[in-house]
């Protein structure tokens, strides 16, 4: 029987073994990096809990001070229901401040327990009230995702938001939430990271700007959540989350789940709709079509009052409109209460 010499074996299996040293020092390398930044390993996952909500509404407001007129209001838990009365004018609208119609900003912070200290809620419901029309209440909530595991770049869902279509102040610039989150780990490379959006509402009418038109598509129809564009996320673009009416039948309430990612809190999309809403591109304007005189035929009736739901959206601009002094009731003319 032939035999090979140990010594040989080592000869020939040398150059092997100098790649696999060469491998490990090479991993170990890498790991001491990782290690030196603070990172965890690949495989290392922690815990994370997202915390925060909603911080502060800016826009329209009203304290009507006639006896059946209409008052902005908010309920937060925790801290009940608020008067939001508006404290100054909004540019364009001056003469509306003289019924009570203006802007202002209302804070949202409830009482944590014990002697923790006031947080942002993750609810909020806003209505206008009056004695003679009972309140339709929207709504705005957040409930963070829970029982996360998470590692540095990895994509999850941060959330998922709810949306009610009630009534509220139609044909003002559009209301707008400030939303802060941000992450709490023992992980220091998955904790203390920011997340601030601001959300702005717009009620729509349905109509063209003069109700010359107005559309039965509950996509036009909709009232629309929408996320600013900020520099801390930038290029990100969002759906305009559309909630339908009650009139539409297919439910005023809804829900949508916001992704991101992790490292940093960066916001990446909303997805999964749920309920009685919609994704859209923009926000959908109605454009009429001078071809089309089954379309102005419609907007002729709207105009002319058989639109129920388009009376009710103006019904507390109306007594503005009627008051205004010549010259000044095109600035008005676009006064209203939107379901």
């Known amino acids: 029987m032939n035999s090979t010499p140990l010594t040989d074996n080592a000869h020939v299996d040398a150059p092997a073994a100098q790649r696999a040293a060469s491998s490990v020092r090479l991993r170990m390398t890498v790991l001491a990096a990782i290690a030196l930044t603070g990172l965890p390993f690949a495989a290392q996952a922690a815990a994370v809990r ?44 001056d003469f509306a401040w003289t019924f009570g119609y203006g802007q202002g900003g209302v804070l949202f912070f409830a009482t944590g327990p014990g002697s923790a200290p006031p947080a942002p809620v993750q609810s909020v419901e806003f209505y206008k009230d009056s004695v003679i029309d009972p ?5 705005i909530s957040f409930a963070p995702s829970t029982g996360l595991d998470l590692q540095v770049g990895e994509s999850f869902k941060i959330g998922t938001f709810s ?23 023992s992980t220091p490379a998955l ?34 959540f929408y996320v600013q564009p900020s520099e801390d996320y930038p290029g990100v673009q969002f759906s305009y989350v ?21 490292g940093s809190l960066l916001p990446t999309v909303f997805s999964a709709p749920q309920g009685g809403i919609t994704l ?46 010549k010259g000044e009731s095109n600035a008005l003319s676009g006064i209203g209460v939107a379901g």
């Open 135 to 139: 309140p339709s209440r929207n709504a």
């Open 163 to 185: 949306f009610t279509n009630g009534s509220w102040l139609g044909d003002f610039p559009d209301g707008q939430f400030s939303f802060s989150l941000h992450t709490v780990s």
């Open 280 to 325: 859209q591109p923009a926000i959908p304007s109605v454009v009429p079509e001078p071809s089309n005189w089954a379309l102005l035929l419609l907007g002729l009736a709207c105009v002319g009052g058989i639109g129920v739901r388009r009376a009710r959206r103006r019904d507390d601009g109306a007594r503005a409109r009627q008051a205004a002094p």
């Open 242 to 262: 559309g909630v339908y009416e009650v009139e539409s039948g297919l439910g005023n309430t809804g829900s949508v789940d916001l992704y991101g990612r992790i």
């Open 191 to 224: 904790n203390g990271f920011y997340l601030n959006m601001t959300i702005s509402f717009r009620v729509t009418t349905g109509c063209t700007s003069d109700y010359s038109v107005c559309s039965s598509d509950p996509v036009d129809n909709a009232d629309y």
């Open 50 to 93: 997202i915390a925060g909500g909603f911080v502060r509404y800016n826009g329209p407001l009203v304290n009507d001070p006639s006896p059946s007129g209409f008052r902005t209001k908010f309920q937060l838990p925790g801290l009940g229901v608020i008067d939001a009365n508006p404290t100054e004018p909004i540019s364009g609208y």
